[in-house]
């Protein structure tokens, strides 16, 4: 054990990024889908032309691009550009042989009237609508399309959505975590620990470390902290008195929402709402610190728990928030949730190596 | 499956069909009694050498643990039968059988991976929650750091399964509309049902159509 831990290297809030764990459609380059575009020669024509192309080759579940672009080039003789249709609408045999379809080729079939519009040329287009700001930028280099931002996931992938102060109470937390998991680890537990936080009072609820090597061997860390949530709340299905480590707090009523700790204010409003409703679940509203990514039983634990967030230290390879599979954003699952990972990566590291 | 389900561990017999509709016979049992008394239908046992070693039923009220459902109870039997006879758990749980009325959710497939159960039989299929195949198929997922995959033989009585979760919806919800749920699978929750509204299907293998609500 060193003499003071908050003095060794990483363990100041400022030398870690929190970084969201996005689904997939949110992280992966959008998909590109080959299109036909021509100029648009005759600049008044431009409305008839677009009214005319919706109707002949209409674009339904495309509804995020935008058919006519302003052209990048301002030397050229014409202003705009439009998308005149998907290169899978164009028969196969007219591009055999010959570089690209003509004008009349892609129109042969429509009753259209081609004024002002000039040679088709081939671009790609994204073939979903951009859901974070770099897939947008990403898009918009292909070809413009619209984009409602959520602006959280903007800051959070810039590393801005969660101020220093805020910062400061997360790494209090997971100090917590990491505690937990050294205690646990001299009783010759795996070093993991875990802290459940009502983010609206700042309070904390419960703190585990992993005790799979004891009594129990579904006994994670996570696991337990659930039931010790469980248990400050008046159930409860286990006795922990060989770890004193694990241990969760009844919540003060005195402490009001001023102290409030890293921005729970809009998550909490939809979280009192189903208390209201006699909807609660042990926790509605609450955030996890862990030092290790959850496997898929605690993952799912969680998500039964109805947890608001999670913040975890280091990736595991079988991790079910991130590595293996998105637990936390699965389709189908009724309950989903923010994952953030890179909290005091690596004293968690560390734990990860610890023998 | 995977060609993996192929092999056993070592020493695991695999129960006779006769053997099979016995213990799930049994299981039926206990869901219709837990049906009864107004809990979740959901019957479940754990069978060891033909002697049943756990069983289970939805314990999430009561503990105000979302985790506690049916399996992870007869799990917590298991280890406490292992206990009392001095047993070694791991050898126990390696030839250790579930019987369970609805698809082990993907919280308890895991956890059944994590100690190493070589064969699940279930009834219907869990939709919402399942991890035997319907939203993720983490019994057979290659997860090296996960325990070890398990068998699953599914489609065992399942349109009586889920009859029995409509009927306990009902009872829990009588103001409810009538959910039209598919007839071979359902969508248990831990401690409050949501149903999942489907036109019905035929389809008697439990296939694995994806439901929208
Ligand atoms: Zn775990
Ligand atoms: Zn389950």
Redesign the interface.
């Known amino acids: 054990m060193e003499p003071d831990p908050k003095r060794r290297k990483g363990m100041e809030y400022d030398s870690w990024d929190v970084v969201p764990v996005l689904s997939d459609e949110q992280s992966q380059d959008l998909k590109l889908l080959d299109a036909y575009a021509a100029p648009i020669m005759e600049k008044r024509e431009t409305s008839r032309l677009v009214k005319e192309l919706a109707t002949s080759f209409p674009l339904p579940d495309l509804q995020h691009i935008k058919r006519v672009r302003a052209c990048k080039d301002k030397n050229t003789s014409h202003p705009l550009e439009v998308i005149v249709c998907l290169a899978s609408d164009v028969p196969d045999q007219e591009c055999k042989g010959r570089t690209g379809p003509t004008l009349s080729d892609l129109l042969c079939s429509q009753t259209f009237d081609p004024r002002g519009l000039g040679e088709p040329f081939l671009v790609q287009i994204p073939a979903s609508a951009p859901l974070t700001r770099p897939q947008f930028e990403r898009a918009s280099k292909h070809w413009p399309t619209s984009f409602h931002e959520d602006k959280q996931i903007t800051s959070a992938l810039k590393g801005q959505l969660f101020s220093s102060s805020e910062k400061a109470k997360m790494q209090e937390h997971m100090m917590e975590a990491i505690e937990a998991a050294r205690s646990g680890h001299t009783l010759g537990m795996d070093a993991v620990g875990a802290v459940v936080v009502d983010p609206q009072t700042g309070q904390r609820l419960a703190v585990a470390h992993d005790c799979r090597r004891g009594t129990?061997?579904?006994h994670h860390a996570v696991?337990v902290c659930?039931?010790l949530v469980?248990a400050s709340?008046?159930?409860?299905?286990y006795q922990y008195e060989k770890y004193p480590a694990c241990r969760y707090y009844v919540p003060d009523p005195q402490v009001t929402t001023s102290h409030m700790d890293v921005s729970a204010l809009e998550s909490h409003s939809t979280s009192d709402k189903a208390k209201e409703n006699g909807?609660s679940?042990?926790?509605t509203g609450y955030d996890l610190y862990v030092t290790r990514e959850p496997?898929?039983?605690c993952a799912?634990?969680l998500?039964?728990?109805?947890i608001n967030r999670v913040f975890y230290g280091a990736a595991?390879?079988?991790g079910a928030l991130g590595s293996?599979?998105k637990?936390h954003c699965?389709k189908?699952?009724?309950h989903h949730f923010e994952v953030y990972k890179g909290v005091m990566p690596q004293a968690c590291e560390e734990l990860l190596d610890s023998k | 499956m995977r060609s993996q389900s192929g092999e056993e561990p070592a020493g695991f017999l695999q129960p006779s069909d006769s053997e099979v509709q016995g213990w799930m016979d049994r299981a039926f049992h206990m869901a219709k009694d837990a049906l009864e008394n107004g809990e979740v239908p959901v019957g479940c046992l754990m069978v060891f050498k033909a002697e049943i070693v756990g069983k289970g039923r939805n314990e999430v009220n009561e503990t105000k643990n979302a985790t506690r459902h049916a399996e992870m109870v007869a799990l917590d039997q298991v280890l406490e039968w292992c206990h009392l006879r001095e047993r070694d758990v791991k050898e126990v749980f390696k030839h250790t059988v579930l019987y369970v009325t609805v698809e082990p959710c993907i919280m308890c497939a895991a956890a059944l991976r994590l100690l190493n159960i070589p064969l699940v039989v279930y009834g219907c299929k869990n939709d919402r929650f399942g991890g035997c195949g319907s939203v993720l198929d983490i019994s057979s997922d290659d997860l090296p750091h996960t325990g070890t995959y398990f068998k699953c033989i599914s489609g065992h009585r399942a349109e009586e399964a889920v009859e029995m979760l409509k009927m306990f919806y009902k009872q829990e919800n009588p103001n409810a509309p009538k959910p039209k749920v598919r007839k071979d699978s359902i969508s248990p929750a831990g401690g409050s049902i949501v149903p999942m509204i489907q036109a019905a299907s035929d389809d008697k293998d439990g296939a694995k159509t994806a439901l929208s609500d």
């Open positions: 129990h061997p579904l696991m659930v039931d469980a709340q008046g159930g409860g299905a909807q679940y042990i926790c496997c898929v039983m799912m634990a998500v039964h728990s109805r595991t390879a079988d293996r599979y637990i699965q189908d699952l009724n």
